[in-house]
């Protein structure tokens, strides 16, 4: 996998908000790929993790209660740790686990039917420690089907500017990103109780307490097909459940931003929360704790004061 030049256009403005601990070239990483019938394209995903430039220190298949996880093709990859649900809970809830079991810096998400350019976990912990931003993402390249040419789609930089003027936009692409799990803590992680659409969810909460960027270059490679979370006729971008969702969504990001701008506390909490879910290690090296404190979960943040004088962090 190698890395495109195109980059996309620049928008420099931002406004600092309250930071966190900060992420550098020596942040720890884990990535994690949750895994639904995924079978065809899981291991040219793996490939491209395991070929990063800055390499992961942990990589991390999430089965979601398949029933058969790829325990043949995860096989393949020594390096590569397999975990398992005995239900189908969908992605929010999968990631939001292993984070809570774990205490590594800083998270890399991928699909199971995508992949990365070489430098993509490069590039992202390079614009992390230069802007202080602790949920990063990049421009995409959209393969549609099995076309051999893909389409570039591209993100706004400055996701705290962007997000002022528009609070519901989706100013960043969840799978592109990596983020820090001190940011994740703060916010009382994920909406678990959500099957689609908790990346909005986050990131509508996120840019109220962090920097959140995207940088220019098109680091990730995202397959659009038939039978995905944003195809399926059940859960599809229009489908009428995901319509509604995105309506609350809306109402609740226009709240936070009006108490902004009026100096009130801004709704930080996750929307819809799901319990605790058990995970069996299938195959591969033990996800490593890497410090004791990890005993404590990722918790709901105390309310937050909106920082005076600045119109939506």
């Not at 406004?15 to 020596?26: I, M, Q, V």
């Not at 389409?151 to 692409?173: C, S």
């Amino acid at each position: 996998m190698t890395s495109m030049t195109g980059f996309a256009g620049r928008n420099n403005s931002w406004t600092a908000g309250p930071s966190g601990t900060p992420l550098n070239r020596h942040s720890s990483v884990a990535a994690l790929v949750p895994h639904f019938h995924c079978e065809e394209w899981l291991a040219d995903c793996l490939s491209s993790l395991l070929d990063q430039s800055h390499p992961l220190d942990a990589i991390v298949v999430i089965d979601d209660g398949s029933g058969n996880p790829p325990v043949e093709i995860v096989r393949q990859f020594p390096q590569v740790t397999l975990l398992a649900s005995d239900e189908n809970v969908g992605p929010y809830r999968l990631v939001q686990q292993v984070i809570n079991d774990t205490d590594f810096d800083a998270y890399l998400f991928q699909d199971a039917d995508d992949w990365s350019t070489r430098d993509r976990l490069e590039i992202l912990l390079a614009e992390a420690e230069e802007t202080g931003a602790e949920l990063i993402g990049s421009q995409e390249v959209r393969i549609i089907s099995n076309q051999a040419l893909g389409q570039t789609f591209n993100y706004v930089l400055d996701v705290n500017f962007e997000l002022r003027k528009r609070p519901w936009h989706y100013g960043l692409l969840h799978p592109t990103s990596l983020v820090s799990r001190d940011l994740v803590r703060r916010l009382g992680g994920y909406a678990t109780g959500l099957r689609f659409s908790g990346d909005l969810e986050f990131l509508q909460r996120a840019v109220h307490v962090a920097r959140v960027r995207n940088v220019p270059c098109y680091c990730y490679f995202r397959r659009k097909r038939d039978g995905s979370l944003t195809t399926d006729p059940s859960t599809a971008l229009r489908s009428p459940e995901r319509l509604k969702l995105w309506e609350v969504l809306k109402v609740r990001s226009q709240h936070n931003a009006q108490a902004v701008a009026q100096g009130l506390p801004v709704a930080l909490l996750p929307y819809i929360v799901s319990g605790p879910i058990d995970l069996d290690h299938v195959l591969g090296p033990e996800v490593r704790q890497r410090r004791a404190s990890v005993a404590n979960p990722v918790l709901p943040p105390p309310p937050l004061e909106a920082p005076t004088g600045s119109p939506g962090v």
